[in-house]
C-alpha cells in the first residue's frame, strides 16, 4: 500500500484535472431544458469541479489568480453557450 505521504505526480495531477473537466462539459450536455433551481445547481457544480484542482495543485496565490480568471471565464462562457442553446430551441 503507498504511503499516504507521497506526492502526486505530474500525471496524477493531470488526470484530476481532465476529469474534472470531463464532468463539467457533461454537465453542460445534461443542462438543457432544466429549471432555474436546476440550472443553479449545475452552475454552482460546474464552479466546485474547475476549482477543484486549482485549489489543490496550484500552490502559489500569484499563480491562482489568473488561473481563478481563467477558470471563471470557462464557467461564464459555457454557461452563456448553455443558456442561447436553451433558448434557440
Known amino acids: 500500500m503507498a504511503d499516504m505521504n507521497d506526492k502526486w505526480s505530474f500525471s496524477d495531477k493531470l488526470a ?3 476529469a ?5 462539459m457533461t454537465l453542460i450536455l445534461f443542462w438543457t431544458d432544466r429549471t432555474p433551481v436546476a440550472a443553479e445547481i449545475t452552475i454552482g457544480a460546474m464552479v466546485l469541479l474547475m476549482a477543484y ?3 489543490h495543485f496550484v ?3 500569484i499563480a491562482r489568480t489568473p488561473v481563478f480568471a481563467v477558470v ?9 453557450m448553455a443558456i442561447y ?3 434557440s430551441l
Open 20 to 24: 474534472c473537466l470531463a464532468g463539467l
Open 59 to 61: 500552490h502559489s496565490w
Open 72 to 80: 471563471s471565464h470557462v464557467v461564464q462562457s459555457s454557461t452563456v
Open 85 to 87: 442553446k436553451t433558448a
Open 16 to 18: 484530476v484535472a481532465l
Open 53 to 55: 484542482p486549482v485549489l
